[in-house]
């Protein structure tokens, strides 16, 4: 049981560079997270999808787009890279939206770098 | 929107030294509150949560009480140890989604 899971772990790009980042989850969950972790600003909630198949937008989805491939895995895409874009991010999970009584459980993080 | 703030760190102790971290919270009505924890190089995970006033959150020696009175959820630990060097996150749950605090860097000294 590897809980939720993040690739890649670390990744440095161009400004202007697109990619993937992906996550799964092994838990059976409905409701899936993206974050980014800023240094002063705790996390900020970019995109959710309650359950498969819906995706909305957090406090913070310029730039970004998701997908709900199926229940298990939820991936984060920059199409276009900026160095704002500069952050860690961490995927998480929970039983239903905001998890039952809040529990959400993250993956170990991505640290993004753009350059 | 609501929202929590804590106590900006660094926080630097001694380890067996009593910690505290203040958190407030502004909210419309009564929201659970939760404390999350970052140990170094890894994802957040739940320490302890509260979901109505006076409930009292416990965990690894850790402890919060759901203030509404002082729309507070501070957290203490009466004895630190090295290994509770970590971030900490105050939350609070707002419709669908968790708001976090900045988070508090704690470091424990042997």
């Known amino acids: 049981n590897a809980g939720v899971t993040q690739t890649p772990k670390f990744q440095v790009l161009k400004t202007g560079q697109s990619m993937t980042l992906q996550c799964a989850q092994d838990?059976?969950?409905?409701?899936m997270y993206w974050y980014r972790q800023d240094p002063g600003m705790g996390l900020r909630l970019i995109y959710y999808?309650?359950?498969?198949?819906?995706?909305d937008k957090g406090e913070v989805p310029n730039g970004y787009n998701v997908s709900r491939l199926n229940k298990r895995e939820f991936s984060l895409r920059l199409e276009s890279a900026a160095p704002s874009q500069t952050s860690v991010y961490f995927c998480?999970?929970?039983?239903?939206?905001?998890?039952?009584?809040?529990?959400?459980?993250f993956g170990p993080g991505t640290r993004l770098l753009v350059l | 929107g609501d929202s929590v703030t804590q106590m900006e760190g660094p926080v630097t102790l001694s380890e067996e030294a009593f910690l505290t971290i203040n958190c407030t919270y502004t909210?419309?009505?009564?929201?659970?509150l939760f404390w999350y924890v970052q140990y170094p190089g890894e994802g957040l995970q739940l320490l302890l949560k509260?979901?109505?006033?006076?409930d009292k959150g416990s965990n690894k020696g850790f402890e919060a009480t759901y203030r509404k009175e002082t729309t507070s959820f501070h957290l203490e630990k009466g004895s630190v140890q090295v290994s509770d060097s970590a971030v900490y996150f105050c939350?609070?749950?707002?419709?669908?989604?968790?708001?976090f605090g900045a988070g508090t860097t704690v470091t424990v000294r042997a």
């Open positions: 998480a999970s929970s039983v239903g939206l905001a998890g039952a009584l809040g529990t959400q459980y």
């Open positions: 838990m059976n969950h409905n409701s």
């Open positions: 999808s309650a359950s498969e198949g819906t995706t």
């Open positions: 909210a419309t009505g009564y929201p659970s």
């Open positions: 509260a979901t109505k006033a006076d």
């Open positions: 939350a609070l749950r707002d419709d669908y989604k968790l708001s």
